[in-house]
């Protein structure tokens, strides 16, 4: 279901809500998610909104409301941005005002889960010489390769990657497992985005292992339009879109049987000279989950910082 609120007719806010239930089948649990979420700086107007999306996921019969998702952690604009650097939003990532934390914790929405989101500058972080000594040896050992996609085989690629996206993420918080169709659906969309050498496959001998996906951040060549891509917007999106200088990378995964081999560090060392050669000046990894030690810690030891803290919510449903 989705609300808004209007004050002497005046539209001032909106939220949605909704019970997915893949999540609670997956994880066991009963829960319901809300999102959508946006309001003028007014406690009585956020209020509202919550208070709707909370009255009718009761009646759902669900005992935790958690977000903000839009509709579900499994997709893009999970969390509130809570700290760092306010903006603009890289592509795919939320924004809003700072304000919107104090209003969904004066509601009683308390912190479930926080998200990283980590920058690289390929300017100020240059790779230690001890980490490039390290992947320099995990390269020859060649235990592992690493390649682009075929895509003149995109297809077949993108039912790989599925299969490893459901395997790798299959013990993570939120995770939901995304069937063929769904799957087909976005690698859709994506094929129009990616450049193949930001789409990474690791392989044993030929098979699978771990896979990375970075797309350019298109929000840099749609900025100048203004929210109008037609007539002329259109034009300065396709001249902007050769000049993108910041990526970021949406999905990096192994096999659990073949974690700490150092495949992550290889595929995130080979993102990162991919893109210097394209001029790229930054980077980013999100979203990463704040107890995801061994991929926090190599982002840390190649350089990188935390750019922004987004979080998730939660307010149980007592009965």
Not at 34 to 62: H, I, K, M, P, T
Not at 107 to 116: A, E, H, S, V
Not at 178 to 201: C, G, N, R, S, W
Not at 248 to 254: A, D, K, N, Q
């Amino acid at each position: 279901r989705t609300w808004v609120a209007r004050q002497n007719g005046q539209l001032v806010g909106r939220v949605g809500a909704c019970v997915d239930s893949y999540h609670n089948e997956a994880h066991e649990e009963n829960s319901g998610f809300f999102g959508f979420f946006e309001c003028r700086e007014d406690g009585e107007v956020a209020r509202g909104l919550l208070n709707a999306a909370e009255s009718w996921l009761r009646e759902q019969g669900v005992d935790t409301m958690r977000g903000p998702c839009c509709f579900t952690s499994n997709h893009d604009y999970v969390g509130l941005l809570i700290d760092g650097d306010p903006g603009p939003p890289t592509v795919g990532m939320p924004y809003n005002p700072g304000y919107y934390q104090e209003m969904l914790e004066d509601f009683g929405l308390q912190k479930t889960k926080d998200l990283l989101a980590w920058l690289y500058e390929p300017g100020a972080t240059q790779i230690p010489p001890k980490i490039q000594n390290m992947i320099d040896s995990i390269i020859k050992r060649d235990a592992f390769q690493v390649r682009t996609f075929d895509m003149n085989r995109f297809d077949e690629e993108a039912r790989t990657v599925r299969d490893l996206y459901n395997q790798c993420w299959s013990k993570n918080w939120g995770f939901i497992p995304m069937d063929e169709a769904e799957f087909a659906y976005a690698a859709k969309d994506m094929k129009k985005m990616v450049d193949p050498d930001f789409l990474l496959l690791a392989e044993v001998k030929g098979q699978p292992i771990g896979f990375s996906l970075t797309i350019p951040d298109f929000n840099q060549a749609l900025l100048p339009c203004r929210g109008r891509l037609f007539p002329a917007g259109f034009l300065k999106f396709l001249w902007r879109k050769r000049r993108i200088t910041r990526c970021r990378t949406m999905l990096l995964g192994v096999l659990p049987e073949f974690r700490h081999r150092g495949v992550d560090v290889v595929m995130v060392y080979k993102t990162f000279k991919a893109g210097l050669a394209r001029g790229m000046n930054q980077g980013e990894c999100s979203w990463v989950l704040e107890d995801n030690q061994a991929m926090n810690r190599i982002l840390q030891g190649i350089g990188c910082r935390i750019l922004r803290t987004y979080r998730v919510y939660d307010l149980f449903l007592e009965s």
